[in-house]
């Protein structure tokens, strides 16, 4: 296709729904910001706030195990309420976590903040059902809720880039006034709530319902047992044995959780879409993958700012170089995302996504051998980065059309709260190994040895995972019907 016919496309997409579709893509290139802002600033985080490089894991985590317990909620709140007014509210809430960011002088104080500014994890979800409701009636109503939803993702995407590049250049400009770095993505999340107020229309659909409060609460309890034990397992040293009794136990609760859910007609995570012999994979995929593309970055980035002079190891890598690290890994995310549907075309969705998983696990398993230059690192994240975009793209298509009739929205939700669910627990996990063995302010080396091995082993894991999908799982052929029908 020419840039004329290409740029006419995207103007139509944009132009569908009255212009919603462009006003989304304002939404989510600000949530692209807000995720790749602060990945090359961690550092500085940890100095501002006097606490160990592996402490900055603990933001993540607890932002992660939000963000996990908040989307379902806020998606099922905009199916019942309006999910214009849920994307509203949620904007409002993560400017004030903004706000708050750049005040809090305690880490304490700066954990909740943090934690809470990852509610805008449910802008995705909570605008895909706005354009849904916006296509009902429309002949090609799904492939255009496909066009539109491709083009906010890749606008997500765009910000990640600008945020991850702008955020380690301002950094480098403010050093001095480190409130007005954390304070400046505050402004475009004030934009989104003025757009979402004055410009993005409410949805039509409503359904009948309530949301599903003891199982908000079993899974707030899950994901608070297994991190506080992790936290216990930070703070007490890896050879004390009760802080591993409790994770044990929050991983136990998992069953009690999954049982009442299973109960319920109208449950907060439906598992039973995981029946299908082509669903389990992808989910058990989403996971696994959350453990690199969530729980990794801020290893990463405190890697690359280690001065190797001092520890023997690490990058030596200023505020803004480190923002050419996360940028070239955000890019080659994008290019993998954007040759999905081509490479899927050429084989097929499973084949493509099981190359996606390998690549993953290639980029971070090449670390291993592969850290002592910024060109080693830069070039092992972009492999690394090819397969995850690839995923980004292909889980929640790959979901949706595994998924029985009338469940593809709980299918693609349920990608989100597994990837997240592994980002979480990677986090929390890996805040653990960095800290074991560690000298001064510096993960230990062999910290972070172990983060590259997990997150190599687990997309590998997933690869072998996806092996036994149907062959022809998640394609529009004819001989792929029946696939979709749950066991």
């Not at 199982?215 to 297994?226: F, H, P, T």
């Not at 349920?414 to 980002?423: A, D, Q």
Request: aromatic share 8%; hydrophobic share 55%.
């Amino acid at each position: 296709m020419t840039g004329t016919g290409t740029a006419r496309r995207a103007g139509r997409i944009a132009g569908f729904g009255g212009g919603l579709v462009g006003w989304l893509v304002f939404v989510e290139f600000t949530s692209g910001v807000l995720q790749g802002y602060y990945v090359p600033l961690l550092t500085d985080v940890a100095r501002h706030l006097g606490i160990h490089d592996a402490d900055v894991n603990w933001l993540e985590a607890a932002q992660l195990m939000l963000s996990a317990i908040a989307v379902p909620v806020l998606a099922k709140l905009g199916d019942l309420y309006g999910h214009r007014r849920m994307l509203l509210t949620s904007a409002a809430v993560v400017a004030a976590a903004t706000v708050l960011l750049a005040t809090a002088q305690d880490f304490g104080v700066f954990l909740v903040a943090w934690a809470v500014q990852g509610v805008y994890a449910a802008w995705l979800p909570l605008q895909v059902a706005l354009i849904h409701s916006r296509s009902r009636g429309r002949a090609d109503a799904a492939a255009s809720t496909r066009r539109a939803t491709g083009l906010i993702v890749a606008a997500l995407q765009a910000g990640a880039i600008v945020g991850a590049l702008g955020g380690g250049q301002v950094g480098a400009a403010l050093a001095g006034r480190f409130w007005l770095v954390l304070l400046l993505p505050g402004v475009l999340v004030v934009g989104v709530c003025v757009v979402v107020l004055t410009r993005v229309p409410e949805s039509t659909d409503r359904r009948d319902g309530d949301v599903d409060v003891t199982g908000v609460a079993l899974l707030s309890v899950v994901l608070l047992v297994i991190t506080g034990g992790l936290t216990f397992v930070r703070v007490n040293g890896a050879g004390e044995p009760w802080p591993w009794l409790v994770t044990a136990l929050g991983v136990a609760l998992v069953v009690p959780f999954v049982r009442y859910e299973l109960r319920r007609d109208d449950p907060l995570v439906d598992f039973r879409v995981l029946r299908s012999p082509s669903m389990w994979p992808v989910q058990l995929t989403a996971g696994l993958f959350g453990v690199s593309v969530l729980g990794a970055q801020g290893p990463l980035s405190t890697y690359a700012r280690t001065d190797p002079e001092v520890y023997g190891y690490g990058l030596g890598l200023s505020t803004s170089e480190v923002s050419i690290v996360i940028g070239g890994y955000v890019v080659s995310m994008l290019a993998g995302a954007s040759q999905f549907s081509r490479v899927s075309q050429a084989t097929t969705p499973r084949v493509t996504l099981i190359g996606a998983a390998t690549l993953t696990g290639l980029g971070y398993l090449l670390l291993v051998p592969l850290h002592d230059t910024l060109p080693q690192v830069l070039g092992a994240m972009v492999v690394a980065g090819l397969g995850s975009g690839a995923l980004v793209a292909a889980l929640p298509a790959a979901a949706a059309a595994a998924a029985p009739p009338g469940r593809t929205g709980v299918a693609t939700g349920l990608t989100n709260t597994t990837k997240v669910l592994g980002g979480s627990f990677a986090s929390a996990v890996f805040a653990v190994a960095l800290a074991a063995g560690s000298v001064g302010t510096a993960g230990s080396l062999s910290g972070y040895v172990t983060v590259w091995v997990i997150c190599g082993a687990t997309a590998w894991l997933a690869a072998v995972s996806l092996v036994f999908v149907p062959r022809l799982a998640f394609s529009d052929r004819p001989e792929a019907v029946g696939v979709r029908e749950v066991a």
